[in-house]
């Protein structure tokens, strides 16, 4: 039989239950958009910008069984996606990534968008296909689809040159979607030797990342049956409930909160779970990490690569953790001592008195971060799904929202890519019809994809965007005020949020004062219900940092060559003894 390479990649993603792609069309893609226009189980989504198309199939992947995926014209839309590609590639987050490709049947050079996409995406996917012919196309997408979610997952790259997708070949097999399962290898000796390290324990702890996350069940009873504190990456922060009382916060060395500061002092075993120990998630490397650490992840390759470890365990978090936790069980060795209360009572003292303090002083004519987020969780249901984007406020929420109950926080991570919250907010609003979806966004990364507002307006999508407004880059001007004395580059001009808000068709709201949250946020959850983005502008105080902020500062600073921390406390001495600080450099103005 003969079919269009389009027909072709249609039934393909309908066997692999795709059911949003997003993107912008284009010459080399009118017939495969054209083909998911008719297609019944997919939905093609046009976005404002490519690099939105990346975060949203991003979100998809990270909040649903789905598997993100984007559909670009080749050259110029796939560079703009690269971002978010990338920010899958780095956080293990599964994504199809297809793209049109010129036309190889005519031997012309000079083409339309013409660039070697394959070396192009070598970099960002884990793995890249061309299809060449047509019976090659289902097989590889399905192919695609198991690299993408085989192992430690990531994007794959698909380029269907424009030749292939318009005219038709032949294709004699329609075969289905055979499915794969994950390989699980483990071995009695290492169960043993993990177990060991765990009995001979007095202070252990659990460290959790963004691959625990599917293990929720097999943690608890490992943090109960341990007497164990919990804290979590940034990724992670959704992986362990915050309400339980062994949950102590994001990270536990110099940039974390008292309470895991605290209660993770004297750890001398630590069970790492789904996480690669990256800067992010140590605080700058700041955490210290006893040679007793237990190392429980999918990919082989994060072992001992920043901290050694005396035992590794190989595989998904959840089966691997049952057997560690079956093992446990039957040795029945352990006995978690008499500091169980202790701690635990310690971990909810010091999480009260950060709250307390941060309710206390600041600017009294902006909006308390605390008060803010304290009014958010009262209200926001158990499941919603957070999307923080990247910035001062990404710390704040994760050190002042709680995630209790089965509430999901996805936030770009190890790229780092501003820009994120937006399109990410309605990629997860897509996948999640039945929960609330809340983004937090700087506004200066609110300037870099706000626009994808429309998307969601035109996707009639409830959901509801806070903007934490201060007039800055507020991470690196905070940065930038100690040493320099002055905040280059990092002043934004004003934003008329209110017109953005009109322009894109979101409803809008402003929280100037405390005393308005509570009433605003109602009224913006009554109209993201009734189907309709909501802007939020939030006149935010950023005058005291989080911890985070706070602690990789002094982590950096503490590592930093003697000649060289002399040179810079001197510099910034001299500065703010010499004259004024400014808003911004000359250069800037």
């Avoid at 996480?275 to 990490?289: A, K, N």
């Avoid at 502008?537 to 950023?542: A, E, L, T, W």
Wanted: proline residues 6%; charged residues 20%.
């Amino acid at each position: 039989m003969k079919y269009t390479g389009a027909w072709l990649t249609r039934f393909a993603l309908e066997q692999l239950d795709v059911a949003w792609v997003f993107g912008i069309p284009g010459v080399h893609t009118t017939e495969l958009f054209d083909e998911l226009a008719s297609s019944p189980k997919l939905k093609p989504v046009l976005v404002t910008h490519e690099g939105g198309a990346s975060f949203m199939a991003d979100a998809v992947s990270r909040t649903s069984s789905h598997i993100g995926t984007l559909l670009v014209v080749p050259g110029a839309g796939l560079t703009h996606a690269m971002s978010g590609i990338a920010e899958a590639f780095l956080d293990g987050v599964p994504m199809l990534v297809l793209s049109g490709g010129v036309r190889r049947n005519k031997g012309r050079a000079y083409q339309l968008h013409d660039i070697d996409q394959q070396a192009l995406m070598r970099p960002v996917t884990k793995a890249q296909f061309l299809a060449s012919r047509h019976h090659d196309i289902i097989p590889m997408l399905y192919m695609a689809y198991r690299e993408a979610m085989r192992g430690r997952p990531g994007p794959v790259y698909v380029e269907l040159p424009v030749d292939v997708l318009l005219f038709q070949g032949e294709s004699p097999a329609l075969p289905a979607f055979p499915g794969f399962s994950q390989e699980l290898i483990l071995r009695d000796e290492d169960l043993d030797a993990a177990c060991a390290e765990l009995e001979a324990a007095k202070h252990p702890g659990l460290f959790v990342g963004w691959g625990a996350r599917g293990a929720r069940a097999e943690l608890l009873a490992l943090a109960d049956l341990l007497g164990a504190p919990v804290a979590t990456t940034l990724q992670g922060l959704s992986s362990f409930p915050a309400e339980h009382a062994w949950h102590a916060g994001m990270s536990f060395g110099m940039a974390a909160a008292p309470a895991a500061r605290k209660v993770f002092e004297g750890c001398d075993c630590l069970l790492a779970v789904g996480t690669c120990f990256s800067e992010i998630g140590t605080g700058s490397y700041s955490v210290e990490v006893p040679a007793s650490l237990v190392h429980v992840d999918i990919d082989p390759a994060v072992f001992s690569r920043n901290y050694p470890a005396a035992v590794s365990l190989c595989g998904d978090a959840q089966p691997v953790l049952a057997a560690l936790l079956a093992r446990l069980r039957s040795r029945g060795r352990l006995s978690p001592g008499r500091e169980r209360q202790r701690r635990m009572a310690g971990i909810a003292r010091d999480k009260a008195d950060t709250l307390r303090d941060w309710r206390k002083g600041g600017d009294p004519t902006r909006v308390n971060p605390a008060k803010l987020f304290q009014s958010l969780d009262r209200v926001l249901s158990t499941d919603a799904v957070v999307v923080a984007d990247d910035g001062n406020h990404t710390f704040l929420t994760a050190e002042l929202l709680p995630m209790s109950g089965r509430r999901q926080f996805i936030s770009p991570t190890d790229f780092n890519c501003m820009g994120y919250a937006v399109p990410a907010a309605i990629g997860a609003r897509l996948a999640n019809p039945n929960r609330e979806v809340v983004a937090v966004v700087g506004d200066g990364a609110y300037l870099m994809t706000g626009t994808e507002l429309l998307t969601a307006a035109a996707q009639k999508l409830g959901l509801v965007v806070l903007v934490f407004s201060d007039g800055e880059l507020s991470q690196i001007a905070q940065a930038q005020q100690v040493p320099y004395n002055r905040k280059t580059c990092t002043v934004l001009k004003p934003l008329d949020l209110a017109a953005s808000a009109a322009t894109t068709g979101a409803a809008f709201l402003a929280i100037n004062t405390d005393a308005e949250i509570e009433p605003r946020l109602a009224e913006a959850r009554e109209l993201a219900a009734q189907g309709r983005p909501v802007l939020v502008d939030v006149r935010i105080d950023y005058s005291r940092k989080s911890a985070f902020t706070a602690g990789i500062v002094k982590a950096n600073l503490k590592r930093m060559p003697g000649g060289e921390k002399l040179r810079i406390v001197s510099r910034a001495l001299v500065r703010h003894l010499g004259s004024p600080a400014t808003a911004e450099s000359e250069s800037s103005s």
